[in-house]
C-alpha cells in the first residue's frame, strides 16, 4: 500500500508539473480579491441559528457572486427551512449522463459573544496576515474561496463535461436539517467535496507548510440510555436491588471496556504516513499499530492518548447521569447516557448490543436516544479523487505530502455517506493547531491560504469534472 501511494504519488506530482506550466502557475488576482471580498461581506452577516439568523443573506449574497460570475439565475435556488435557509447551484456540464460533481459547504456559524471576544465576532478583519471574525476558519474564508475558484474557471472559459453542483446547508452547526434535505436532493452525485473538512497543517514554529490530509471517513455519533427502575420505598427499609447501585455497576464495567482496535485502509495510510510528524515513542506505536492492530504495546500507547484514542476503534463514554428522587427515598430511577463514537463500518445496534454484554448487569434497559445523525460507512479510496486531490495539491504546495484521514467528529459527509455517495473532506485551508480556533474565541484563518486554495481548486475541479 506505502509503495504504492508513493508511486502514485510521484506519477502525479510529475504530471502535474506538466499541467501547472499551461493552466493554473498562472496567477488569478480577481479571484484572490473575489475570495477576501466575499469572506469579509459573509463574516459581518451573523448567520447563527435563532432569532435574526442571517443565513439567508449570505445565500443572498453568494447567489449575487455566482450571477455575476456567469451561472445562470435559474440554476440557483434558495430554499428557506424555519429560520435558516440553503443553496444550491448548478453549472450544467456537455455530457448530461454523467452523474454530477458537488461542492459541499454550509452557511451558518456557532454563536459568539461580542463581550467575550477582543475584536466584534461579526466584523471581519484582517490583520498580520490572518483574517479575524466567527466563521473565518469554519467556513466562510472556504466557501468564499471555492465560489471565487468557480468563478474564476468561468472566466477561464472552462466548460465542464460533468455538472458541478455547489451547496451551502444552513444548519450544519445545530439540527442538520438542511444537510439531510440536500443529501436526499443531490443523492445521484458521482462524488461530493466537502469543502469543510480535511485541511492542512502548518510547521508550528516556521508556519511552512507540512502536510495536508483529505477526509475519508468518520465515526458514527450515537447517545444510549441507560436505565433501571425500582419501585422504591422509604430509605429507613432499604432492600437488596437498588436502581443508582445498579446503573453504577454498569457504568463502571461500561467505563473499564475497550472495544476491539482495529484499521481500515483509511487509518492505516494515515497512521503510515502521519508517524513522521510525531515524537519517537508515539511514531512508533503508530507504525506498529499500523502493522499489526493488535500489536498490545502500540495500543497501550495510543490508547493513552486522548487525540489518538478515537482513530484506533469504537469508543463510548458516560456522559450524564441522573437518578433518585428524595433525600429518604429508595430511588425508583436512574438512568445515564453513553456517549459513543463508532468506527465505521458497525451498526449502533451492534455497539448497544456490546455494551449490553460489557455492563453485565441485570435490570439495566438500553434505549438507543440518538438525534440528527445517521450511521455513515468509510468512503473508498477512489483512485480518480485520490489522483486528482495529490495533483491539485503538488502545484498549490509542491513537495507537501498528502495522505487521508478519518475524523472523530461528524460532519455533512454522514448525511452523503449514508447514501452510499462517497465524500471526501477537501478544505485546502492549511493551519497551525495553535490557530484552530473554530467555535472558540477569536477564530482565525491566514489569509495566504487564498491564492494557493484558489489554484488548487481550478485543478481539482477540472480534473473531476473533465
Ligand atoms: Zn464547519
Known sequence: MSSCAKLLTLAAALSAA??????????HPEADAQALDIARKSISLRSVAGAGNQTPQVAELYKRALVEGGFAAQNISITPVDDTAYLIARWPGSDASLKPLVLSGHMDVVEA???????????????????????ASDMKLDGAVAIASLIELKRQH?????????EFSGDEETSMKTSAIIAGTLSGADLVLNIDGGGGALDERTGAPLYFTWQGAEKTYADFELAVTNPGGHSSQPKKDNAITQLAAALVHIGNYQFKPELNELTRAYFEAAAK??????????????????????????????????????????????????????????????????FPGHPPAAIMAELQRAAATPGVVFKDVTE???????????????????????????????????????????????????????????????????????????????????????????????
Open 113 to 135: 459573544k461580542r463581550a467575550d471576544w477582543q475584536r466584534d465576532p461579526f466584523t471581519a478583519v484582517v490583520e498580520q496576515g490572518y483574517l479575524y471574525g466567527r466563521g
Open 18 to 27: 506538466t499541467l501547472s506550466a499551461a493552466q493554473t502557475k498562472a496567477s
Open 277 to 342: 510528524y510525531e515524537e519517537p515513542g508515539l511514531a512508533a506505536a503508530m507504525r506498529a499499530f499500523a502493522a499489526n492492530p493488535a500489536d498490545r504495546t502500540a495500543i497501550a500507547t495510543l490508547s493513552a492518548k486522548p487525540d489518538q484514542v478515537g482513530k484506533i476503534g469504537t469508543t463510548c463514554v458516560v456522559t450524564m447521569i441522573t437518578g433518585g428522587h428524595a433525600v429518604n427515598a429508595l430511588p425508583q430511577r436512574a438512568s445515564a447516557n453513553v456517549n459513543c463514537r463508532i
Open 158 to 166: 472552462y466548460t465542464p463535461r460533468r455538472s458541478i453542483i455547489i
Open 372 to 466: 440528527g445523525t445517521v450511521p455513515t460507512e468509510a468512503s473508498p479510496m477512489r483512485k480518480d479523487f485520490v489522483a486528482a486531490v495529490t495533483e491539485a495539491m503538488a502545484v498549490a504546495y509542491p513537495g507537501v505530502p498528502v495522505f487521508p484521514s478519518m475524523s472523530s467528529g461528524a460532519s455533512d459527509s454522514m448525511w452523503f455517506r449514508s447514501k452510499q455517495v462517497p465524500s471526501y473532506g477537501a478544505s485546502p485551508t492549511f493551519m497551525k493547531p495553535s490557530d484552530d480556533f473554530s467555535h472558540g474565541l477569536n477564530e482565525r484563518v491566514p489569509v495566504a491560504n487564498i491564492a494557493p486554495g484558489i489554484s488548487y481548486y481550478l485543478l481539482l475541479l477540472r480534473a473531476l469534472s473533465k
